[in-house]
């Protein structure tokens, strides 16, 4: 249990923003109906399932259509 209060200084901040990408991204795709590949409910799979970063970083990198 020492040990995780070790790594607490860095792992508040990481979800802070974990949480806060997965926000940005959700709301994103429930305000667009455009996407660069895919459609509204695989993305919002994709980035639910992923959540540990991967999923709304693909999101933007690859779905996120620039309007």
């Given at each position: 249990?020492?040990?995780?209060?070790?790594?607490?200084?860095?792992?508040?901040p990481?979800?802070i923003?974990?949480f806060?990408?997965?926000?940005?991204?959700?709301?994103?795709?429930?305000?667009?109906?455009?996407?660069?590949?895919?459609?509204?409910?695989?993305?919002?799979?994709?980035?639910?399932?992923?959540?540990?970063f991967?999923?709304?970083?693909?999101?933007?990198?690859?779905g996120?259509?620039?309007?």
């Amino acid at each position: 249990m020492g040990q995780m209060k070790d790594f607490l200084p860095f792992l508040i901040p990481l979800v802070i923003v974990e949480f806060a990408l997965l926000a940005y991204v959700i709301h994103h795709i429930l305000t667009h109906k455009n996407y660069k590949r895919g459609n509204r409910v695989m993305w919002m799979i994709i980035v639910i399932i992923g959540m540990a970063f991967i999923g709304p970083i693909l999101y933007l990198v690859l779905g996120k259509e620039d309007a």
